[in-house]
């Protein structure tokens, strides 16, 4: 499909939207195919661990194509998020009410957190910014300071929350990351300002939530507010998930007292499994984004020496699970 494939994020608002408009089990429909018909899918089709060309990748640097898909989905996750805050009004039975709060859930996990990752990492100040507001809409904007400055600078070590210990279950780790990730990220925010309170992102950031929610509950009331904090908590696990199978289990040496040796390709799971690369943005080429984080997504290639994931991203969430599963797949392709 070249680069059409990356439309395919799209699918998850078609059918959130239509989600929002139905009761029963079509309030799943997000859901469902993120963790059925994809997971089935990538049993399917083979992986492809085919890196471009130097030519290609020159090309897709100057197509705007790529760039603009990304940007396309700040206001389609910020008109979703309005539509799914004002179908939660009125008589809606519990399980019509869950499934929407989880659809849209699946919107900040993919578009709220995963596209906001990409931007975040471009250099301008325009394509940040979008990054924040994504990232606003699922109440873990901090998330743009802990991972460019904390995470990517300390992964595969102690220091770093993101990285999953070897044997550490994923709900164990869903709350040492969450706390300490936000804790890294009051300390780099108050470093980078100097201490400094009005110029340290962390409390702009804190504010600019406390006033969305103010507005939500103006708007919407306390069913709004359980929404909200429902299905931003769903992004925050399926973030959580995907960096604990991301890093599980990997790594970095010290070289002496005072430093870690470099991040290798070596120090990030991988996996080539298509349907995930394209609904992630290639996210799961994640030994190369580790190596070089400023390359573009449709630049990240496929490196040998790095640990490759039996099944792409949405399968390896389900099985993460099961932890005894989980450690029987991947502990033996551990080195």
Not at 80 to 94: H, N, W
Not at 284 to 298: A, F
Not at 310 to 326: A, F, H, K, Q, R
């Amino acid at each position: 499909m070249g680069k059409l494939k990356y439309l395919f994020v799209f699918t998850l608002p078609a059918l959130a939207y239509i989600s929002f408009h139905s009761t029963g089990w079509k309030a799943y429909l997000p859901v469902l195919e993120a963790f059925a018909l994809i997971p089935l899918l990538e049993l399917l089709f083979a992986p492809n661990a085919t890196n471009l060309s130097s030519e290609i990748k020159e090309a897709r640097g100057s197509d705007t194509f790529y760039k603009t898909v990304l940007r396309v989905c700040v206001p389609v996750q910020l008109i979703m998020g309005y539509l799914f805050l004002a179908q939660t009004q009125g008589d809606v039975d519990t399980t019509t009410l869950v499934g929407r709060i989880l659809s849209y859930g699946m919107l900040c996990g993919v578009m709220g957190i995963n596209v906001a990752h990409e931007l975040g990492h471009k250099r301008n100040k325009m394509d940040q910014f979008f990054a924040k507001i994504l990232l606003t809409t699922t109440l873990y904007t901090h998330f743009f300071l802990e991972h460019n400055y904390g995470h990517h600078k300390h992964v595969g070590t102690k220091e770093d929350p993101s990285t999953a210990r070897r044997g550490e279950w994923v709900y164990f780790f869903w709350f040492r990351s969450i706390l300490f990730a936000y804790l890294s990220a009051w300390r780099i925010g108050t470093a980078r300002s100097k201490g400094n309170v009005l110029k340290n992102e962390m409390v702009w950031y804190t504010l600019v939530q406390i006033a969305l929610l103010a507005l939500i509950f103006s708007n919407f009331g306390q069913m709004g507010i359980i929404a909200c904090l429902g299905a931003s908590a769903t992004g925050w696990i399926m973030l959580e998930t995907v960096q604990y199978i991301e890093h599980y289990g990997l790594a970095r040496e010290k070289v002496n007292e005072h430093r870690y040796e470099d991040v290798k390709p070596a120090h990030s799971w991988n996996s080539n499994h298509q349907i995930g690369r394209a609904i992630l943005f290639e996210l799961s080429r994640h030994s190369d984004h580790h190596y070089l984080p400023h390359k573009d997504y449709v630049e990240l290639d496929h490196h040998d020496d790095s640990p490759q994931l039996p099944t792409g991203y949405p399968g390896m969430m389900l099985i993460s699970l099961i932890p005894p599963l989980y450690f029987l797949l991947v502990h033996k392709r551990i080195s």
